[in-house]
T-cell receptor, first 113, second 113 residues
Framework: QKEVEQNSGPLSVPEGAIASLNCTYS??????FFWYRQYSGKSPELIMF????GDKEDGRFTAQLNKASQYVSLLIRDSQPSDSATYLC?????????????FGKGTKLSVIP | DTAVSQTPKYLVTQMGNDKSIKCEQN?????MYWYKQDSKKFLKIMFS?????LIINETVPNRFSPKSPDKAHLNLHINSLELGDSAVYFC???WGTGADTQYFGPGTRLTVL
């Protein structure tokens, strides 16, 4: 069973702090990794994607990938109340031309003013 | 301009009825998807079409039948609706494979009474 696992939370952080969201995946051959944000009652929207080991930064967001540990994380610096949402980790299955994107169950983040 | 649109936004119906949800994307993407998000917010792939060809057909009851008249449209028809079909159904699209960013529609909240 190919799985993507996340802590469901809720994860509560004070405004201005760093929020750290974690995700592990079981398919060692997975190649593409995505973080989506979903506000309550809304559709998922892409925050970041990462393909290579290491860090990738975009504004206040940093995605980290460690393929050896099958671990991907999202750091949100200077967290704002508007960051309060559910964050979904998604992993593309291995295989050329694979169309399968497997989502984790999401981590609910609450940023306290 | 709406990138991925779905109709209707809300659908309330009785058990045993047949209903359809329509999806259209104006992004020029080749691949379209249907996802189901249950009450626990778990987002799961149902179907994927690439250039009108069925690519992914997950373990979904055959009461669910997708149809892609062209690569900009992917509709979902559900026969003999059951209580367990109540969920939010999201349409999404991407350029090619699951390695590409997927753009989600606003969702259709289906309630079966």
């Amino acid at each position: 069973q190919k799985e993507v696992e996340q802590n469901s939370g809720p994860l509560s952080v004070p405004e201005g702090a760093i929020a750290s969201l974690n995700c592990t995946y079981s398919d060692r051959g997975s190649q593409s990794f995505f973080w989506y944000r979903q506000y309550s009652g809304k559709s998922p929207e892409l925050i970041m994607f990462i393909y290579s080991n290491g860090d990738k930064e975009d504004g206040r967001f940093t995605a980290q990938l460690n393929k050896a540990s099958q671990y991907v994380s999202l750091l949100i610096r200077d967290s704002q109340p508007s960051d309060s949402a559910t964050y979904l980790c998604a992993v593309n299955r291995a295989g050329a031309g694979s169309y399968q994107l497997t989502f984790g169950k999401g981590t609910k983040l609450s940023v306290i003013p | 301009d709406t990138a991925v649109s779905q109709t209707p936004k809300y659908l309330v119906t009785q058990m045993g009825n047949d209903k359809s949800i329509k999806c259209e994307q104006n992004l020029g993407h080749d691949t379209m998807y249907w996802y189901k998000q249950d009450s626990k917010k778990f987002l799961k792939i149902m179907f994927s079409y690439n250039n009108k060809e069925l690519i992914i057909n997950e373990t979904v009851p055959n009461r669910f039948s997708p149809k892609s008249p062209d690569k900009a449209h992917l509709n979902l028809h559900i026969n003999s609706l059951e209580l367990g079909d109540s969920a939010v159904y999201f349409c999404a699209s991407s350029w090619g494979t699951g390695a590409d960013t997927q753009y989600f529609g606003p969702g259709t909240r289906l309630t079966v009474l």
